[in-house]
């Protein structure tokens, strides 16, 4: 199972930024997707932002189009989701998931899908 660590996460008022992280261990993440998912207590997890094996697809929903940014560096073997404008409703615990898709320039966020996942970070946005 690939490792994957989520940090970044953290407590912010609505309108601020947060700077998600999801660094890989013992492994390179060139050639996975990697998808950042959220879930809140009670409801289904949910995929946010994605982006392809050869970095140069992205998707997101529409909740956080123009909002969040994904974002992979190579050389440091870590994928990025830049959240800005913040709202109440982004407050969940947000995943990072990595999965070899068969085309490089395609990702998911079909959480239903077998991948790998990371332990999660906490973001809470509130006044």
């Known amino acids: 199972q690939l490792q994957l660590l989520e940090s970044g996460g953290g407590l912010v008022q609505p309108g601020g930024s947060l700077r998600l992280s999801c660094a890989a261990s013992g492994f390179s993440l060139n050639g996975y997707a990697i998808g950042w998912f959220r879930q809140v207590p009670g409801k289904e997890r949910e995929g946010v932002s994605c982006i392809s094996g050869n970095g140069r697809s992205t998707r997101d929903i529409d909740s956080v189009k123009d909002r969040f940014t994904i974002s992979r560096d190579s050389a440091k073997n870590t994928v990025y989701l830049q959240m800005n404008s913040l709202k109440t409703e982004d407050s969940a615990f947000y995943y990072c998931?990595?999965?070899?898709?068969?085309?490089?320039?395609?990702?998911?966020?079909?959480?239903?899908?077998?991948?790998?996942w990371g332990q999660g970070t906490q973001v809470t946005v509130s006044s």
């Open positions: 998931a990595a999965v070899r898709l068969v085309l490089s320039t395609s990702c998911t966020l079909d959480p239903a899908i077998t991948m790998d």
